[in-house]
Nanobody, 124 residues
């Protein structure tokens, strides 16, 4: 089993920047992918960015391309999401996920085994 703990969410003004962190604990050798998802009130959870194969490959939602960057520190079992040029529509609960299941898309929320509790990002 893998436990994920997110941090870094807060209220920020439009145009600002924020870095989210996700620390993985437990059977981290069993996962080769991590990702960030978000869910706004009344909306479905959507994929934001994912990273796998030791950081070689990354996927981004079209809505965040050029503004968000996902990275990871394998030594610390930590994934990061650098968010720049934030917009009010980026407001959501952001969740870290790990362990993509075969047959699912890299930004498909249904395709990940492990989830954190979420960290709130509010852009005013």
């Amino acid at each position: 089993h893998v436990q994920l703990v997110e941090s870094g969410g807060r209220t920020v003004q439009a145009g600002g920047s924020l870095i989210l962190s996700c620390v993985a604990n437990g059977d981290t050798d069993t996962i080769n992918s991590m990702g960030w998802f978000r869910q706004a009130p009344g909306k479905e959870r959507e994929g934001v960015a994912t990273i796998y194969s030791a950081g070689v490959t990354k996927y981004y939602a079209d809505s965040v391309k050029g503004r968000f960057t996902i990275s990871q520190d394998n030594a610390k079992n930590t994934a990061y999401l650098q968010m720049n040029s934030l917009k009010p529509e980026d407001t959501a609960m952001y969740y870290c996920a790990a362990g993509r299941k075969l047959g699912f898309g890299y930004l498909d929320a249904q395709g990940y085994r492990y989830w954190g509790q979420g960290t709130q990002v509010t852009v005013s």
